[in-house]
């Protein structure tokens, strides 16, 4: 027994319905290939819009332009500075009239000047004659007359008139002794302003005495006034003892 829906029966509306070997055999193997071929020869059709146009070259690229140097900005304004409302007057302000003035800073001690210590000025003949001191004694050290470092040594006017005259000649040693004595001096201090040693001096003052060319001024500590060196003694010790 068949029913009206089985295959190859008409439908209600008078057409068979369409089997599964109906759909199959309507895909043919070169359906597809047919279609493909015909797309192509269209495409080689040389009135055919659609065929592709040759890619123009592209055009060289030129090198970018130098961009402009950027002119230096100027530096910004510092900010205003806010204004602060004046302080109020007190007691404690080194205003004229207060009393209270403001302290003055100490001033910077100034730096020492260094001591220079002046050389004396050595004349040009001293400077260049180099003479050993024993020299100017013709090596004698020992002085003829008694000359302690105190005794006074003078010249007399008349000896230094002639001096002056130019009725004397002398060494240049004893001209020197008879210049420094126009006032009285010590042996001692003959010495310093000769710059020859003790020893020399008394041996050069020794010969200008011998010459009579200065005078020399006995002294208390000579060997012939001992006793009156000794009386001397014994009345300051007598002074002391009554004090």
């Known amino acids: 027994m068949t029913t009206g829906s089985e295959s190859g029966s008409p439908t209600s509306g008078g057409e068979p319905e369409p089997t599964f070997a109906d759909v199959m055999n309507s895909f043919s193997l070169d359906s597809g290939r047919g279609r493909r071929k015909r797309k192509k020869q269209r495409d080689q059709q040389p009135g055919n819009d659609k065929a592709e146009a040759p890619e123009a070259p592209q055009a060289e690229q030129a090198p970018p332009a130098p961009q402009p140097t950027p002119s230096p900005q100027p530096a910004p304004a510092p900010p205003p500075q806010p204004e602060y409302p004046a302080r109020p007057a007190s007691l404690f302000d ?15 001690p100034s730096r020492p000047v ?23 004694t013709g090596g004698r050290t020992k002085a003829r007359v008694a000359l302690e470092l105190e005794t006074l040594i003078s010249v007399q006017d008349a000896v230094l008139a002639r001096l002056d005259a130019g009725a004397l000649t002398v060494q240049f040693e004893h001209r020197s002794i008879m210049e420094e004595c126009r006032t009285p001096r010590s042996v001692a201090e003959i010495a310093a302003l000769l710059r020859v040693p003790i020893g020399v001096a008394r041996v050069l003052i020794s010969d200008a005495a ?34």
């Open 114 to 136: 260094p001591f220079r210590r002046e050389e004396p000025e050595i004349h040009p003949a001293e400077e260049t004659a180099v003479v050993r001191p024993y020299a100017l």
């Open 210 to 243: 011998d010459a009579g060319l200065v005078t020399v001024h006995r002294t208390m500590s000579t060997n012939d006034d001992a006793e009156a060196h000794l009386m001397l003694m014994e009345r300051v010790l007598s002074g002391l003892r009554r004090l």
């Open 94 to 108: 080194s205003s004229p009239g207060s009393g209270f003035f403001e302290p003055v800073q100490p001033a910077q």
